[in-house]
């Protein structure tokens, strides 16, 4: 009976003894580290935000409900407002260039004084953007098309 009991103990404390096999896992080198540095040094998109207009083909905005635009890169998304409608659609974008997919989902109010139109076609030309501090700038080519404020 002793001997019984003994066994399970055996071989409890024979398996917890034993450590698990792991996989190779490479060690720090200074090559490595060099690696990491180096993808630090890779340009962040800064687009991931919600941005207000300010002006639109360098003229200021005389409106009651200023446009909106948020910027999901990762999922290559945007949406958000006309300054009257709710807006959603695709994009593309890398470092320097970005296009805005001409299916443009939006909902249908009617805005009295209120030049949608004329935004939303400003969106579709642009083909580059450059983010300083907080603002954005949507152009075509060299162009100012869209500033937009950091909200």
Same mark, same amino acid.
């Given at each position: 009976m002793k001997i019984i009991m003994t066994m399970p103990v055996m071989c409890l404390s024979i398996l917890l003894s /034993?450590?698990?096999?792991? $996989?190779?896992? $490479?060690?720090a080198t200074s090559d490595?580290?060099?690696?990491t540095t180096s993808l630090s040094t890779i340009p962040v998109?800064?687009? @991931?935000?919600?941005?207000?207009? =300010?002006? =639109? =083909?360098?003229?200021? !905005?005389? &409106?009651?409900?200023?446009?909106q635009l948020v910027i999901n890169s990762a999922e290559k998304k945007f949406y958000g407002s006309t300054g009257c409608n709710r807006m959603s659609g695709s994009l593309t974008l890398d470092e320097k260039t970005i296009k805005f997919n001409d299916q443009i989902m939006s909902? #249908?109010?009617? /805005? +009295?004084g209120h030049n949608e139109n004329g935004f939303i076609n400003a969106l579709?030309?642009?083909?580059?953007? #450059? &983010? =300083? @501090?907080? !603002?954005? +700038?949507l152009s075509l080519n060299n162009a100012v098309l869209l500033t937009f404020r950091r909200k």
């Open positions: /034993c450590s698990p096999t792991k $996989p190779n896992t $490479p060690t490595s580290l060099s690696a998109i800064k687009l @991931d935000t919600t941005w207000e207009l =300010q002006s =639109q =083909q360098g003229a200021s !905005l005389n &409106v009651n409900h200023i446009p909902t #249908k109010m009617a /805005c +009295e579709l030309k642009v083909n580059t953007y #450059k &983010v =300083q @501090d907080s !603002l954005l +700038e």
